[in-house]
């Protein structure tokens, strides 16, 4: 197993341009989400997904979009970047949808900086 | 609304001491709580979790935690640090039964360890 996969590993934006990261999981987790990683803010949920064609807003969803078509992929979209989307992005996936036992996989992280 | 607040951004202790990253919960329904472990440039991987059964709970790399109700905390503690140990730790809260896998992290700790 790969186990949870991001890329690209690091980009450079303009204020205005759009981009896609890229998420991937090959554990059949039906659970993905999305977090940003800020200096002394620890990570902040942006969106998550319980399940294909199902997602919903986390703490700060705006300025970013999602979709789950498949279990596997759960790309995550700026459609007109800012300096305040600078940020490290982290992908989480976990078997189960409950606050339960299950442990969250972490992507190894996607380096944003927008100019 | 759950919380999660981690006392002390920074924490430096001798290759050897004990280390201690505390750790106050705030949660309106039982809680689940996880500590998970950050090297530099990776992702993060999870310690320990606790989940209602035992309340001193034992995770890898020799580290421990207690879920102390009565004071709404969840220590993290390891009796000899090691180089190796050097890195960021994230405690974080699960809100409640029906509100899916989300996380709520702290701030982080940057643990050093001085040889």
């Known amino acids: 197993n790969a186990g949870v996969t991001q890329t690209p590993k690091f980009q450079v934006l303009k204020t205005g341009q759009s981009m896609t990261l890229q998420c991937a999981q090959d554990?059949?987790?039906?659970?993905m989400s999305w977090y940003r990683q800020d200096p002394g803010m620890g990570l902040r949920l942006i969106h998550y997904?319980?399940?294909?064609?199902?997602?919903d807003q986390g703490e700060v969803p705006n300025g970013y979009n999602v979709s789950r078509s498949t279990t596997e992929d759960f790309p995550l979209r700026l459609l007109s970047a800012a300096p305040s989307q600078t940020s490290v992005y982290f992908c989480?996936?976990?078997?189960?949808?409950?606050?339960?036992?299950?442990?969250?996989?972490f992507g190894p992280g996607t380096r944003l900086t927008v100019l | 609304a759950q919380s999660v607040t981690q006392l002390g951004s920074h924490v430096s202790v001798s290759e050897g001491a004990l280390v201690l990253l505390r750790c106050n919960y705030s949660?309106?329904?039982?809680?689940?709580l996880f500590w998970y472990v950050q090297y530099p440039n990776q992702g993060l991987q999870l310690l320990l979790k606790?989940?209602?059964?035992?309340?001193l709970v034992k995770g890898i790399n020799g580290f421990e935690a207690e879920f102390k109700k009565s004071e709404t905390s969840f220590h993290l503690t390891k009796p000899s640090a090691h180089m190796s140990d050097a890195a960021e730790y994230f405690c974080?809260?699960?809100?409640?039964?029906?509100?899916?896998?989300?996380?709520?992290f702290g701030q982080g700790t940057e643990l050093s360890v001085k040889p």
């Open positions: 949660s309106s329904v039982p809680p689940y």
């Open positions: 974080a809260v699960t809100p409640g039964f029906n509100q899916g896998g989300k996380l709520i």
């Open positions: 606790y989940t209602s059964a035992a309340t």
């Open positions: 997904s319980v399940g294909a064609g199902i997602t």
């Open positions: 989480a996936s976990s078997y189960s949808t409950r606050p339960s036992t299950d442990t969250q996989y």
């Open positions: 554990m059949n987790h039906e659970y």
